[in-house]
Each structure stands twice: as structure tokens, then as C-alpha cells.
């Protein structure tokens, strides 16, 4: 396997993977150790069948469903994200780590892309690890005892679902998750701190009200993005990128218009933030 980086921050691409015919033990630790190294990893050419995928998944970690759009036929774990030729908005087209709002948000999230635009529909990840060593020692001194509230419910990232909920939509998937989460997590495995808010999901910090604490998000959430944190990939059809989403955000940019995209997610248990 050969691993090249391309980016300061974050990101690296792995060459000489073949996960059609499924992985040794060391192989699978080789390539959670790249994704603990790296935090987003990026493997192109696996035309996986769902059920090769899926496996890919269950070597990583623990696939869950995701509460809002029900998975493929036979495959709960799996959903498409996508956008079609007539939509306008794309799924998850802001800023965010993936569902924040849960008590025990994913451990990492993986896609799999199937269609691709012939041009844009990039996806832009930046290391949270990054934007918290990059903070003055009196901020982190600040931030490290608070707490977040997220939500499923806010306006910028619920009108990014509405396609997929029409489309795709559970029945029984609630209007609206919320959870209380460190706004600086230490990492279960590395032992690094990262922020861990974002614009999409966090509402507020705990104790604070909220013309308190927005100056301090605003902050955050401009901070956390800036262009020396981040790694962008440019997708070709049949590849996998695999975040660490303990320490990543990701974005994917809407700037495809008349075109599709369709990926596969899968999103792998994690644990609760401390």
C-alpha cells in the first residue's frame, strides 16, 4: 500500500488497495492506522458492489443508519446521497461534522462515489485538530470546559435534506434531535484535542445565553474552516474518501447545476464525546 498526501493539514491518498476482495487483518489495521494519521483518506478505483462495501465498512468499525433517509433495499446501513438534475440544493451542503446531534456521533463516515459531474461537485474537509492547535493558549484555556448544544433542526443544513426526505425519507425519523457535547473533544484513540462544533448542528453552549455565546460560534465556526486547515478532493467515479469525523468537518460544494451526483454513505458508530 502506498500512501501520498495531499494536503499540509489533512488527506492522503491510498494506492494499491483492492477492497473487492476484502481485506486481510493487517491490511484493515493498515488502513485505520492511515486514517488515524491522516484523518480523511481517499482510495480510487473499488467499483464495489453494495455488499462489498458494506464489508469495506464492517472491517473499519460498526455501520449504523442514519436517521433521516432510509438505506437501499437490503442494505439499511447504506444511503445515497445525491443530487439530481433538476435539484438545486445538495444534500449536506454546508459545513458539519455528521450528526453532531446524535448523543453518540459517528466514529467516521465513508462515501462511495457512484456518478459523478463532469465537473465540480468537490468535497472540501478540514482538520480539526488543526483549528484547535492553531488557537491562542488563553482560548483553549476558555473553550476546554465548555459545552455545546446541537441540534437537527437548524435552518442552513434541515433545507439541505429536504430532497432526500421527500425522496428517501424515514416515517418514524423524529423532527428533531438535540445533544450536549464538549466543545473541545479529546480523541478516544490519538489523544488530541479537536473542536467540535459547527456551523450546521450547534446551537448553543450550555449556561450561556445566546446573545452570549453566537460572538464566540461566529468565531469558531470562521476560524475552523480557514484555507490552511483544509484538504479538498476532486472525485473521480468508484472512489472511497473515509473520515475521521471525531476531528473533520467536511463540505461539499453545490456547483454542479444540471447535473448528477450520486454517492453511497456509510456511517460507522462512535462513541460519547469527552
Known sequence: MIIQRIAGALGAELHGVD?????????????????????????????????????????????????????????????????????????????????????????????????????????????????????????????????????????????????????????????EYRAEHPVVRTHPETGRKALFVNVAHTAGIVGLRDEESAPLLQFLFHHQIKPEFTCRWRWPANAIAFWDNRCVQHNPVNDYHGHRRVMHRITLQGDTPA
Open 19 to 175: 477492497l473487492a476482495n476484502g481485506l486481510t487483518p493487517q491490511r484493515a489495521a493498515d488502513i485505520r492506522a492511515a486514517l488515524l494519521a491522516h484523518q480523511v483518506i481517499f482510495i480510487p478505483e473499488q467499483a464495489l458492489t453494495p455488499a462489498q462495501f458494506l464489508r469495506f465498512a464492517q472491517a473499519m468499525g460498526e455501520p449504523v443508519e442514519y436517521p433521516f433517509v432510509k438505506g437501499l433495499e437490503g442494505f439499511p446501513t447504506i444511503i445515497e446521497v445525491k443530487k439530481l438534475e433538476h435539484e438545486t440544493v445538495n444534500f449536506g451542503g454546508v459545513w458539519h461534522s455528521d450528526t453532531t446531534y446524535l448523543e453518540q456521533p459517528p466514529m467516521g463516515s465513508m462515501l462511495l462515489s457512484r456518478e459523478v459531474p463532469p465537473y465540480g461537485g468537490d468535497t472540501l474537509f478540514a482538520s480539526q485538530y488543526a483549528a484547535y492547535e492553531a488557537l491562542s493558549d488563553t482560548m483553549q484555556r476558555l473553550l476546554d470546559p465548555l459545552v455545546g448544544i446541537s441540534s437537527s433542526a437548524k435552518a442552513d443544513v434541515s433545507k439541505t435534506r429536504e430532497d432526500r426526505i421527500r425522496s428517501d425519507g424515514r416515517q418514524e425519523a423524529p423532527r
